[in-house]
């Protein structure tokens, strides 16, 4: 059975959490002499001199009626990567708890497992990029305390199997991470929706791909509350800044704008899929559910340095179990593509 309490590191569960001047007093008082800011003012404009909402209310506020679910199930980090930083520090005890990771994955989360001293279990896909359940199932011990999932998967580019997650979810007794950095261009939903059924579920998603807000640094867990606040006690208490929060404020009345652009580069990464397949320097396109492609080609590393020589840098996967000769292919505006695809060309014109 599912226990939250036992998975909660002990220091963790006695920790009494940083109260910040605004933790205090959130209200609208007349003089704020209460955070050692600088009253004068800054050179920018007069709210920068003021520490940011540490909740970030109006944001979740917002992002809970796109998203379709209640603040309280929302928790914001300073990109997905800080979110995936503080599960292992939530959860994992040091040098005496694992994870289990499915390769080729997202990089970041064995690279958190490593800056938090947990081991790392690899269940790696199938050759068609699916989940080997058989594996990770013979993996789980009682110290697995997280499983992570990747749905559009980096840098493969497709969904997993909606059955396969379930499977995890509904007998993993951990917390199972379902990151859905990519999720505004895949055909499947999002698992947001099951959160009430699951209370074993954390869902990542970030505003740094499809809202195109990737220097603003804005990652989001949706969770049970339970767990929100688990993460809510360990974050640092001003992750998102001011500037931010103002600036995705404003991004979020641009739903339309986000849909077209979201429309957009999938057509065009349909498009681009069908040309490099005529290619015959190129092996194979796989399927994609995200804003890349995954391109085998004859030759990667020798295309990839092409390319750089052009001033178009792709990335190189090919030293990746299972991505052997694969470049990995970000979808770029029109002209940008055409440029690629004119580079590809003079390649194999050679
Ligand atoms: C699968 C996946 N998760 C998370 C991230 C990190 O996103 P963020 O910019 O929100 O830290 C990336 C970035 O490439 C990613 O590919």
């Not at 989360?109 to 490593?114: F, G, I, L």
């Not at 305390?145 to 969904?159: A, D, F, Q, R, V």
């Not at 809202?211 to 360990?234: E, N, Q």
């Amino acid at each position: 059975m599912f226990q939250l309490e036992k998975l909660i590191r002990a220091n963790i569960q006695r920790l009494t959490p940083y109260s910040s001047a605004r933790d205090e007093y959130s209200g609208e008082a007349k003089v704020f002499l209460d955070a050692n800011e600088n009253s004068l003012g800054s050179p920018l404009t007069k709210w920068y001199h003021r520490y940011p909402d540490p909740h970030q209310r109006k944001l979740k506020e917002k992002l809970g009626v796109i998203k379709g679910i209640s603040a309280n199930h929302i928790f914001l980090g300073n990109g997905s990567d800080e979110c995936i930083d503080l599960l292992f520090r939530c959860f994992c005890e040091p040098g005496k708890d694992n994870v289990i990771i499915c390769p080729p994955t997202y990089g970041m989360y064995a690279v958190s497992a490593n800056i938090n001293d947990v081991a790392i279990k690899k269940a790696p896909l199938l050759d068609d990029f699916q989940l080997d359940l058989v594996h990770l199932e013979t993996l789980v011990d009682d110290h697995t305390k997280l499983i992570w999932l990747c749905s559009p998967n980096n840098p493969t580019g497709n969904c997993l199997y909606r059955e396969d997650i379930e499977m995890v979810l509904n007998n993993f007794n951990g917390i199972v991470v379902i990151d859905e950095a990519y999720i505004n261009f895949a055909k499947q939903n999002s698992f947001i929706r099951n959160l009430a059924d699951y209370p074993n579920l954390v869902v990542l998603q970030t505003l740094s791909k499809a809202w195109g807000l990737a220097g603003l640094r804005v990652g989001m867990a949706f969770a049970s509350p339970a767990i929100i606040a688990v993460l809510d006690k360990v974050k640092p208490p001003y992750n998102i800044n001011q500037a931010t929060q103002e600036l995705v404020l404003q991004a979020l009345e641009e739903v339309e704008q986000v849909n077209d652009m979201i429309r957009l580069l999938v057509d065009m990464r349909d498009a681009l899929a069908e040309v490099f397949l005529l290619m015959p320097t190129v092996e194979k396109v796989y399927p994609s559910d995200a804003n890349f492609l995954l391109v085998k080609v004859k030759d990667a590393r020798k295309i990839y340095e092409f390319l750089l020589t052009k001033g178009i840098v792709l990335r190189d996967r090919s030293n990746v179990a299972l991505c052997e000769d694969c470049l990995r292919i970000t979808i770029g505006t029109e002209k940008e593509n055409t440029l690629l695809v004119d580079a590809m060309r003079d390649w194999y014109a050679l």
